[in-house]
């Protein structure tokens, strides 16, 4: 697939530079022909058949072998979720924490993970998002680190391995910036979500978890995709796998839309993506903006702007086509810059500003 192929896949990509990945990526006309094709059947063949209950379960082992192999690990070390906020409330559920226990994480993250973490009633401990701040902040209490894989915020990378190596403790990282940006190898980390509406380019609802021990997680939110088998009274046995941890029934649409949105991932995606926000990077800087450049980064690009003035200016880049985001409260606009963007999208973006 060349270049000029791939952005073809995106409609949206004929009438804006699209900046907005991190949030919810382009969606391809052969995502949503699928998903529409999948409704219609249901329609004409009706959704409750055996049949169709069948493919619907032959669909959801399909996507845990698919994003399985996308990170890394084995299928049966894979859960179903609708997002990342999904599998970060599945595992902080699961530990049990309670206020003699600690929880390590960074200034910088979403609320998709440090709203779980704050909900399990242990005692939160947030620091910079420094690798040696975060090692220095571990004490005999903390039983978990919570950190991002790549901060929603500036795109800065942390090293999770080497944070889960230097502790010693159980990890769960927020995977959500990472996935289809950069390659993730996410053997040896305890626990790791993934988002389907973003990077991956798959429909909302869509995502995954990664557990690396099933049974050292308990099942504190069972749904019926949980249990093998249960008693009148509600005891169950567990799903073998991850699978156990599955808190709903993805759309069937859902799921064929993201296997075509992960089919069409071209194998030079991270490459590009990686040169073009550089490239972006270099223009901002030669137009004067005030670039935030961490030292390990990956392709979100964020630059300081009075935070009174941030959402006026995303609307105003709308006006002329170009479509970033705020990130309130922080005076912070940023671009997802992804293996779709052009020379033309960031000519356009600095261009507005």
């Given at each position: 697939m060349t270049f000029d192929e791939a952005r073809a896949l995106f409609p949206v990509l004929e009438?804006?530079?699209y900046f907005q990945a991190g949030s919810v990526g382009p969606l391809s006309r052969a995502t949503l022909d699928a998903m529409a094709a999948d409704e219609e059947a249901s329609v004409v063949e009706g959704r409750g058949s055996a049949a169709r209950f069948e493919r619907i379960l032959e669909l959801r082992q399909e996507m845990r072998e698919q994003l399985a192999q996308l990170v890394g690990v084995e299928p049966g070390q894979i859960a179903l979720t609708a997002s990342t906020t999904d599998g970060c409330n599945?595992?902080?559920a699961g530990l049990?924490?309670?206020?003699?226990d600690e929880i390590v994480t960074t200034t910088d993250?979403?609320?998709?993970?440090?709203?779980?973490?704050?909900?399990?009633?242990?005692r939160v401990v947030v620091v910079d998002p420094d690798p040696d701040r975060i090692v220095d902040a571990v004490t005999p209490r903390t039983r978990l680190l919570a950190l991002s894989h790549v901060l929603w915020t500036t795109g800065q990378l942390l090293p999770v391995h080497d944070l889960k190596a230097r502790t010693g403790l159980p990890i769960l990282v927020d995977g959500a910036q990472s996935v289809g940006t950069i390659p993730v190898d996410a053997r040896g980390l305890d626990f790791y979500t993934v988002s389907g509406q973003k990077w991956l380019c798959g429909p909302e609802g869509t995502g995954g978890l990664v557990v690396a021990d099933p049974h050292a997680l308990r099942v504190a939110r069972p749904s019926y995709?949980?249990?093998?088998?249960?008693e009148p009274?509600?005891?169950?046995?567990?799903?073998?796998g991850a699978a156990r941890f599955e808190p709903n029934l993805t759309p069937n649409s859902a799921l064929v839309g993201l296997r075509v949105a992960l089919a069409q991932a071209p194998p030079w995606?991270?490459?590009?993506a990686a040169a073009m926000a550089e490239r972006l990077r270099e223009l901002l800087a030669e137009a004067g903006q005030d670039l935030v450049t961490p030292e390990e980064r990956a392709t979100l690009v964020s630059w300081r702007v009075p935070a009174d003035e941030s959402l006026a200016a995303v609307e105003r880049l709308a006006d002329a086509g170009v479509i970033v985001r705020e990130l309130p409260g922080r005076g912070l606009l940023r671009a997802s810059v992804g293996w779709w963007t052009s020379d033309d999208d960031?000519?356009?973006l600095v261009a507005a500003l």
């Open positions: 009438r804006y530079a599945i595992v902080l049990d924490l309670g206020p003699d993250e979403h609320f998709g993970l440090v709203g779980p973490v704050h909900a399990s009633g242990a995709l949980s249990q093998q088998r249960h009274d509600g005891a169950f046995e567990p799903r073998e995606r991270f490459e590009r960031l000519e356009r």
